[in-house]
């Protein structure tokens, strides 16, 4: 069945350390987002892409970074850089319509 | 970045109607959804409204938009306990449909 698919669940990272998050979709959507959600904040977006190649910054891209070499396939590396970097993160992607679908998200912790 | 302001929480008795408020600033705004989110999961795209249109009925949930005050509503009829959930508000244009978010509020379904 289709969907968009984030691995692992859960995270754990040590500090200094650069961990990579998943994000897969069979929905043959050209879009596709990341974004970050605190405790008691709406979601706030690292990165997207509208197309294969090609990606833009959001509004909290420091210490991120992505690539989009297929097009089911969009995923956030997690750099060292990035200070605060305990969240859930949540993948989107987009087809021709409005509408954006999530997947089921990713938390990670830094131990 | 656009601001989207929700309040933070509502308390609601199974059966009644629940009516979730979200005010927005961007009068570029688009489109506007309401997105559900349970814990721990993703977020379940609910409905969205097209910025040229005043009201859309889904089944219970029922969605107006007054656009001269920037005020969107979502209004859920005869509340269950699987409502209990966070519900965020969040607006796009149509140029490159990114989202921005609200901070989400928690509705609490109590018996």
């Known amino acids: 069945d289709g969907g968009i698919t984030q691995s692992p669940k859960y995270l754990f990272r040590k500090e200094g350390q650069n961990v990579t998050l998943s994000c897969e979709q069979n929905l043959n959507h050209d879009a596709m987002y990341w974004y970050r959600q605190d405790p008691g904040q709406g979601l706030r977006l690292i990165y997207y892409s509208q197309i294969v190649n090609d990606f833009q910054k959001g509004d909290i891209a420091e210490g991120y970074s992505v690539s989009r070499e297929k097009k089911e396939s969009f995923p956030l590396t997690v750099t060292s850089a990035q200070k605060n970097p305990t969240a859930f993160y949540l993948c989107?992607?987009?087809?021709?319509?409005?509408?954006?679908?999530f997947g089921q998200g990713t938390r990670l912790t830094v131990v | 970045g656009e601001d989207v302001e929700q309040s933070l929480f509502l308390s609601v008795r199974e059966g009644d109607s629940s009516v979730i408020n979200c005010t927005y600033t961007?009068?570029?705004?688009?489109?506007l959804y309401w997105y559900k989110q349970e814990p721990g999961a993703g977020l379940q795209l609910l409905t969205y409204i097209f910025s040229n249109m005043d009201m859309k009925q889904d089944q219970r949930l029922t969605v107006l938009l007054n656009k001269k005050d920037k005020h969107l509503s979502l209004r859920i009829a005869d509340t269950q306990t699987g409502d209990s959930a966070i519900y965020f508000c969040a607006e796009s244009s149509s140029n490159d449909y990114k989202l921005s978010f609200g901070a989400g509020t928690t509705v609490t379904v109590r018996a």
């Open positions: 961007d009068s570029s705004s688009t489109y």
């Open positions: 989107a992607s987009r087809g021709t319509g409005p509408e954006a679908f």
